[in-house]
């Protein structure tokens, strides 16, 4: 394991060290958010070194026109972007008419915490200025659970070594601009900003959309913790909006400022409401005082972890990793709004421009089922149902048709706006995801209604993609796929990636075995379908040609699937050959010569043993394991997981636990070295499912619920609750037994390591 740069702690994250070359990394690592809004950790006070001030609102994003060197027929017109907003969380501090700048004062001794438990960030800094005046900084704040528009802050300033003026500008900063601009241009235009004593409003219009956003200030000042009035001079600064105050501080005293700030926005508030709602917000949340609403915000991340928490024991590294996983996708994502969906990065960074990839179907749904009440699950489902018709123009582009779809790889609305072609429309794979992430939440949730009524429709626009998108090969005589990209991204326009035709073919299959389970048990439901989506059964006929003659690469000698075509023409050296100063590859190596490598960014071949696993046999699981495991340089947030839940199905607990690890701790780490970029949210969600899935083995098969338990010799034991047809079951795990709990709903039928077992309340 690498060093870390953050103290081992089962429910914290701790840095207590002032590294400026290290502020900006950990500006990822201490974000902050409640599934609407959040922020990167940036400090509240000016700091001149490294740093991306980052302040994001769920759901609301720009039209990046695509950047591209040669247009291609199909491309889409813009890359969605989610917008930098106005920071709110900006405190301007002069000390004796001076700047106070961290990056230029002298830090005698700083810690930062972020205690996941109770969802909120401590700051506490010791240092002396240039002209030696010590001070210590006390900064404590939130993202409120309960009141969803806002944050809190609690700043503290104390003279520690003589008396000092000090000017204080609690302010909105509206010089804010995207990092991951394609054209350097400005996402937002301020509309009006407002501004009375100690209350300030900017109004923003996304320059080409019609969202719009108000983000509002409020503040409260104190000494020595009672309740003082400032001078509030207006700004002068025309990009920070606000009012200052000036304060003579004694030595030993403490000045405090109360700052609520936050936002509302169009996408899910009617615009004349605006002015309303941040006036009952702001002036209910000041009178609560920071106490109170900061022990509301315990209560509801209490009542998140009562449901989601993983202990593990014996394992600090491996309990705080897991913690901050869980605590990182809480702060993306709450199923509160069924509009909202899991950007890669949340509220911790730009990279991926903060919209919807496949990894919500493959990496998120699976943890949301699990830790939440199914109907998460349905509206993430629902929404790719509701967007149904992008994904058939979709594929229209590429020249399918007749209701054929193509689920967007990257989307803010259901339109593609990803402008790579290789992954935009080679990258097909998706479609499968969206495929079985309808048959998880059929086997958690039982709710056959949404299969009928919306899930059957999906599963034949897809098929009919299928159909369409193979080729007759008269050579082989099979179908087969080509120009592809697989999840192996270091591998482009490739012919018949075996995962992707593998895919291809279960799908297929899946919506076979649906049409029939319908029709066997509802005839009329089944000739409704048939109906509105122009069914014929010479498709369907059609299908089954294709499940029965789709080209499946392996090679006898190795007793492989074979990755793709060509693969095996490469110079097929492991990783171990790579020189260490050249990895990552991708940051080192021309993509012509990763392209020409063997290597495998991330699971490939072995996606597909995670996926239909129960469609090979462990022999087959573990030539395949060994073989590509070799090649593999996991420099994809998504691959090491997946490795960790496969190792666990080879009773190789070793390379299980080393690969839970650093899927864990890939961001705590920085394995990748590229955290300053954000955190890898959504690949969290596979971090859980390495234990759920892999240690815990929980799959349900035919509608019966199966537990084939592991544990690490790392770990002294484990536990979990998990939510599935409709009951909440708690699972406890050591090296000694295995003990399952039903906590809530109807008794059930488990079979627990080969043992069927009847649980009842």
């Known amino acids: 394991m690498l060093d870390s740069n953050y103290i081992l702690d089962p429910w914290s994250i701790i840095e207590d060290k002032f590294d400026q070359s290290k502020m900006i990394d950990s500006e990822s690592i201490f974000s902050l958010g409640n599934g609407k809004i959040g922020q990167r950790g940036n400090f509240e006070e000016s700091f001149s070194g490294d740093k991306s001030i980052g302040n994001y609102i769920s759901g609301i994003y720009y039209k990046d026109k695509t950047k591209v060197g040669w247009w291609k027929k199909g491309y889409p017109d813009y890359f969605a972007k989610m917008v930098n907003c106005p920071n709110w969380n900006s405190i301007i501090i002069e000390i004796n008419n001076k700047l106070l700048d ?72 509206i010089d804010v601009k995207n990092n991951d601009a394609n054209w350097n241009q400005p996402f937002l235009e301020t509309i009006e900003t407002l501004t009375e004593k100690n209350f300030s409003t900017v109004s923003s219009k996304v320059i080409n959309s019609d969202f719009e956003i108000a983000t509002f200030i409020k503040t409260k000042y104190f000494i020595n913790s009672i309740a003082i009035e400032g001078n509030y001079i207006p700004s002068n600064n025309k990009k920070l909006i606000g009012c200052s105050s000036t304060f003579d501080l004694n030595k030993n005293h403490e000045l405090s400022i109360l700052k609520l700030g936050g936002y509302v926005n169009s996408n899910d508030t009617p615009k004349k409401e605006f002015k309303k709602i941040i006036k009952h917000e702001t002036q209910s949340a000041l009178k609560q005082g920071f106490v109170n609403l900061l022990d509301e915000n315990k209560n ?114 259901g339109e593609e706006c990803h ?19 309808i048959k998880k939440y059929l086997n958690f949730s ?34 087969v796929i080509l120009g592809v990209t697989g999840p192996n991204e270091y591998e482009n326009n490739v012919d018949n990636n075996w995962y992707t035709n593998y895919s291809a073919k279960w799908c297929l299959e899946y919506t076979n075995e649906t049409l029939k389970e319908i029709a066997d048990s509802n005839l009329d439901h089944y000739k409704k ?89 462990k022999d087959e699981l573990l030539n395949n394991f060994n073989y590509y495991e070799q090649f593999t340089v996991h420099e994809s947030s998504l691959s090491a997981c997946i490795h960790s839940i496969l190792a666990s199905k080879a009773n190789d607990l070793n390379k299980a636990y080393d690969y839970f690890v650093r899927a864990s701790r890939l961001d705590l780490d920085d394995y990748n070295k590229e955290i300053k970029q954000g955190l890898h949210i959504t690949s969290m969600g596979g971090t859980w499912m390495s234990i759920v899935e892999g240690f815990a083995g929980l799959k349900i098969i035919n509608d019966k619920v199966y537990l084939n338990t592991k544990i690490p010799k790392q770990w002294e034991g484990y536990s979990f609750k998990v939510n599935l047809k409709n009951r909440k079951i708690e699972i406890k795990v050591n090296h000694e037994a295995t003990s399952v709990k039903l906590i809530s709903g109807d008794k059930i039928n488990i079979v627990i390591n080969d043992t069927d077992t009847y649980l009842k309340n």
Request: proline share 3%; hydrophobic share 35%.
């Open 300 to 413: 509801e991340w209490s009542k998140i972890w009562d449901d989601s928490d993983v202990i593990i024991e014996g394992d600090v590294k491996s309990q705080q990793a897991i913690r901050f996983n869980i605590y990182h996708l809480n702060q993306t994502f709450n199923g509160k709004d069924p509009k909202l969906n899991i950007g890669p990065k949340g509220f911790t960074g730009e990279k991926y421009g903060g919209v919807t990839y496949w990894d919500t179907e493959a990496y998120c749904i699976p943890f949301y089922l699990g830790t939440k009440d199914s109907t998460v699950a349905k509206n993430l489902l629902k929404q790719r149902y509701d967007q149904l018709p992008n994904a058939i123009l979709n594929a229209e582009k590429i020249g399918l048709n007749h209701g054929a779809a193509l689920y967007p790889m990257v989307t803010a609305n």
């Open 446 to 479: 039982n709710d056959n209604e949404f299969m009928i009524n919306k899930g059957i429709k999906i599963l034949i626009a897809i098929s009919r993609f299928w159909e369409q998108r193979v080729n007759y090969s008269n050579a082989l005589n099979k179908y």
């Open 102 to 173: 961290l990056s230029k004062c002298k830090i005698i001794s700083y810690r930062r915490e972020l205690n996941m438990k109770e969802g909120w960030c401590e700051r506490k800094v010791h240092l002396e200025t240039s002209d030696s005046h010590e001070i210590e900084i006390k900064s404590k704040k939130f993202i409120s659970l309960k009141r969803e528009n806002i944050g809190v802050i609690k700043y503290s300033i104390k003279a520690l070594n003589s008396k000092l003026k000090i000017k204080v500008l609690p302010s909105i900063d």
């Open 529 to 617: 379908i048939l109906n509105e989506t122009s069914l014929e059964k010479t498709e369907i006929s059609k299908w089954y040609k294709i499940i029965n003659n789709i080209y499946l690469p392996y090679c006898k000698d190795l007793d492989v699937f074979i990755q793709n075509d060509g693969f095996l023409n490469k110079d097929l050296q492991p990783v171990t050959s790579i020189p260490i100063d050249q990895r990552p590859i991708n940051q080192h190596w021309s993509w012509d010569k990763i392209l020409r490598s063997p290597y495998i960014k991330q699971a490939d071949v072995l996606q597909g043993f995670y996926f239909f696993e129960d469609d090979f046999s």
């Open 419 to 437: 402008n790579e072609w290789e992954i935009t429309f080679e990258e097909i794979h998706r479609n499968a995801a969206i495929a079985q992430a």
